[in-house]
C-alpha cells in the first residue's frame, strides 16, 4: 500500500523549487502570493527563501514604512 504524499510545509523547505505544484502551492501559501508572483520573485532573486521573502517584503512596504 503506497502512502498518501502530505502538502509540504513551506517553512521546511531550505529552497523554493518551480518544479513541484505542491511546493509552488505551499510556498504561495506562505507568502500570500500568486504563482506568478512568486516565479517572478525566484526569477529575480533566487530560490533562497529568505531572499524571497524580503523581496515581497520590499514590495509591499509603503511609502510612510520607508519614512525613519
Known amino acids: 500500500m503506497m502512502a498518501s504524499q502530505a502538502p509540504p510545509n513551506a517553512a521546511a523547505i531550505d529552497r523554493i523549487t ?8 505551499a510556498w504561495c501559501a506562505e507568502l500570500q502570493c500568486t504563482e506568478h508572483e512568486l516565479r517572478a520573485a525566484v526569477y529575480a532573486v533566487g530560490s533562497d527563501p529568505e531572499q524571497v521573502r524580503r523581496y515581497f517584503r520590499r514590495g509591499r512596504e509603503t511609502p510612510e514604512m520607508l519614512e525613519d
Open 18 to 25: 518551480l518544479l513541484d505544484p505542491r511546493v509552488v502551492q
